[in-house]
């Protein structure tokens, strides 16, 4: 056997996932024979074991599950010769790597890479929606266009570019040399391009890509043709990978803290990603069970979703909308509360001001983290479950907003008489505060029974959820990835450039979405590809303005791909942030720390005088005044 | 003035691959492994809690009958399976109290009738299937009983897996009575497993 296929890397993953297609191919025959099916080579059964087995396959090729056979085989694990931490070459980023910065950048590209592809997507969309009639897809492949779009925006990027932005700098502002289990960490990534694949490639499936929106309502999802059972495989894989990150970081942050770093030292970025991952944990099994529950009705013919089978043995369809809502509304604050932390560092730094009401900004994520598990039937106004859940429902959902608004005028408070630094990151975080706050007031709206039932599958839903995921949301990951763009490549990014982006995406993103309100108000309904003549002005103008949207984001495309490529050479800690990943150099040492540093004080203390975070290198912990006149001394360390 | 901080004397020479990474510094009593494995343990839960909602779904709140007109539950088999599954909690636990206190023998023993017991559990569960009379798409009843029995069936056999890797290292001599975390966290999943099958048990086939 030629040496390529003995060593982790593509290779053996190529031979492997031929090898997983045989087991496939076999193992499906086999059982069909077993039980004398006919025929006896079914292609969509042979398709769907595929899709959950090949997988498996690629990754065991690929070399993500060397260290563990050892380790089960009781074979002594080969010493951790740190052979696989860091990059040294873009080869080193397409292998199974255990470094945390590494992953972290591994995250941010993949999850862009499916922006883009989802974007595209998006385009495609609103060009059919140019005009009334068809134009340039029919209803199925229209349906197919949006549901890809919002799989892979939400599980394959607002989800994970979070996860992979905390992946590079939680560590780091915590004083860890790494996360706590650096070889999940390293197949939770992998488990992403996975999920990506198969969610992507089900356009190449017979009978066209799953159509049946992101939340694959039951029945229509478990009559759909085969590429359905892509998003309910990929869903799998996209959330095996979160919740496996989400472990990581709650153990990290619980168990990995620098000496001093007290849960009331925490950054609010760690704190965010700490109320998130419990999210993750406990809410991300329900969608796993829901896409089992479709799995299992089409691939083996049980009957979760049939309700036609006859008087006393009928299932039950709005059960899968209550399992799949109890996942997928605390996923709305999975997809936003990562952003409240980014933003909160961006705007304390930028505006040289401690936080304001930091330990009412911890608290609220946890009360959202509580809040966020009794809303789920407000998407259900409609559905025709029992009417006396609806109230109760409502006013959960409108309370929800109380936490959201203490952080909002917490970040108002910070901002107030503050030395504010408009630039990019700033920006992005601005816009984000002004238009998330827009989403929310609309949320609210959308809380109150009667209105929903008004606006229930119209355009005003579609604008809601774009003001709450772009322009909450992509603002947040925008600013955040500008802000430690300078500690991730070591490179600064084009100011310029960014700005214009900044202005290209805020205006087009209002163009875009502002008018939704308005017709959708008027009863233009979502998800259909045609609708009625009076809706055609403003749908040629949504069109447009989204042309434009799209194409503000190859500016950001080009900003970063030639900055990092030829930007000016970061310093380490170009906005003076205090924060513990500025206080090493751009890009961090290979450990990140030399020695773990000690944290004597709070994380926000801008303006403050003699106020210290951490200090570096081997210095014992020391009260703050002998500290700060202690610069010489703790350089010996 | 605000002062970022104190910065280490040089920090270039951190780009050197010539040290491995400081010791992180252990913020928390409980260890690593054990915190992780509650944590999967906790998201567990919640796979069986939505699967548990499909059942409430089906049974209450469609007022189908339990089980389907023309199905029966073995209780008593499935209830003798129960006690198979009980006593291997036992011998786990002293699989692992002999690991504490070092005694070999035990440490075998233990984890080999813990597996016995684990296979016997899931044998007599799949002869159970074979022998029921119904298959999942007979009733939407059918279908949760096989969700709920095979998804438990599922975890029996994570659990059996990971025992094996710990038995397999136990008879290469690993573990001592300072280090045995390679049981104990196994153990803990071993212990959710069989609660879970006490709930899943009573509710599907006594209730």
Known sequence: ?637 | MEAASIEAADTSHGHGDHHGPPVAHHSSTVDAQTLGMLLFIVSEIMVFGGFFTAYFFIRIVNGNPWPAEGEELPQLIAGFNTAVLLSSSVTMHWALEAAKHGNRRGMKLGMLATLLLGSTFLTVQINEYVHLGFAPYNSAQASIFYGLTGLHGAHVFIGLTLLLFATVRVFKGHFTPDEHQGIEVPGIYWHFVDVMWVIVYVSVYIL
């Open chain 1, 1 to 637: 056997m030629p040496a390529q296929l003995k060593t982790a890397g593509w290779y053996r993953a190529a031979a492997f996932t031929l090898l997983g297609l045989a087991f496939s191919f076999s193992l499906t025959t086999l059982i069909r024979s077993l039980y004398g099916y006919t025929p006896l080579i079914d292609g969509a059964a042979i398709t769907i074991v595929s899709m959950i087995a090949v997988p498996f396959f690629f990754l065991v090729g690929l070399g993500a599950f060397d260290y563990w056979f050892y380790w089960a085989s009781g074979r002594p694990t080969r010493a951790e010769d740190h052979a696989s931490h860091g990059a040294h070459s873009w080869r080193d980023y397409f292998k199974v790597n255990t470094d945390h910065k590494v992953i972290g950048v591994q995250y941010v590209c993949t999850t862009f890479f499916f922006m883009f592809i989802g974007g595209l997507m998006a385009m495609m969309v609103r060009a059919e929606l140019a005009a009334p009639g068809s134009q340039f897809v029919d209803g199925q492949d229209y349906n197919s266009l949006f549901s890809v779009h919002a799989s892979l925006m939400i599980f394959l990027f607002i989800v994970p570019v979070f996860a992979g932005l905390a992946n590079y700098v939680l560590p780091l502002m915590i004083g860890a040399p790494d996360m706590a289990f650096p070889r999940l960490n390293a197949l939770s990534f992998w488990l992403l391009p996975i999920a990506g694949t198969l969610m992507t490639g089900s356009f190449l499936m017979p009978g066209g890509a799953f159509a049946s929106g992101w939340t694959a309502y039951a029945p229509l999802s478990t009559t759909q043709p085969l590429g359905q059972m892509c998003f309910s495989i990929g869903v799998q894989f996209a959330g095996a990978s979160s919740i496996a990150t989400a472990l990581n970081f709650l153990v990290t942050i619980i168990t990995m803290r620098a000496p001093g770093m007290s849960f009331w030292r925490m950054p609010l970025l760690v704190w965010a990603n700490f109320a998130t991952s419990l999210l993750v944990v406990i809410a991300t099994p329900f969608i796993a069970a829901s896409q089992f529950f479709v799995l299992l009705d089409v691939a083996l013919g049980f009957h979760f979703f049939d309700a036609t089978i006859g008087e006393g043995r009928q299932g039950n369809v709005v059960m899968y909308q209550h399992v799949f809502w109890f996942y997928s509304h605390p996923a709305v604050y999975i997809m936003m509360l990562p952003g409240f932390g980014i933003v909160s560092e961006i705007i304390s730094v930028k505006s040289r001001k401690p936080i304001f009401g930091y330990r009412m900004m911890a608290f609220s994520l946890l009360a959202i983290v509580l809040l966020g598990f009794t809303v789920w039937a407000h998407h259900m106004f409609v559905s025709g479950m029992q009417d006396w859940i609806r109230v109760p429902m409502m006013i959960t959902t409108a309370i929800i907003a109380v936490p959201t608004g203490i952080k909002i005028f917490s970040w108002l408070g910070t901002l107030w008489k503050g030395v504010i630094h408009l630039d990019t990151p700033m920006l992005f975080a601005l816009g984000f505060l002004t238009m998330f706050t827009l989403g929310g007031i609309s949320g609210v709206m959308l809380a109150m029974v009667p209105f929903d039932i008004h606006v229930s599958d119209t355009y005003f839903i579609v604008a809601h959820i774009h003001y709450v995921l772009f322009g909450g949301s992509l603002f947040t990951i925008f600013a955040g990835v500008y802000f430690w763009f300078p500690k991730m490549t070591g490179r600064m990014y084009n100011e310029k450039l960014g700005k214009i982006h900044f202005w290209a995406t805020f205006v087009f993103f209002n163009l875009t979405f502002a008018p939704m309100h308005v017709i959708g108000i008027q009863g233009m309904p979502r998800r259909v590809a045609d609708y009625a003549d009076q809706f055609a002005a403003w749908n040629f103008a949504i069109s447009i303005a989204s042309f434009f949207l799209g194409l503000s984001s190859l500016i950001f495309l080009y900003n970063m791909v030639n900055s990092w490529r030829n930007g000016k050479k970061a310093e380490s800690n170009p906005y003076r942030s205090l924060t513990l990943e500025w206080q090493v150099s751009s890009p961090p040492p290979i450990f990140n720390f030399d020695e773990i540093p000690t944290v004597v004080g709070g994380p926000y203390e801008y303006g403050v005088p003699g106020a210290v975070h951490a200090i570096m290198g081997s210095a014992k912990p020391e009260p703050v005044a002998a500290a700060v006149g202690s610069n010489t001394e703790s350089q010996e360390g």
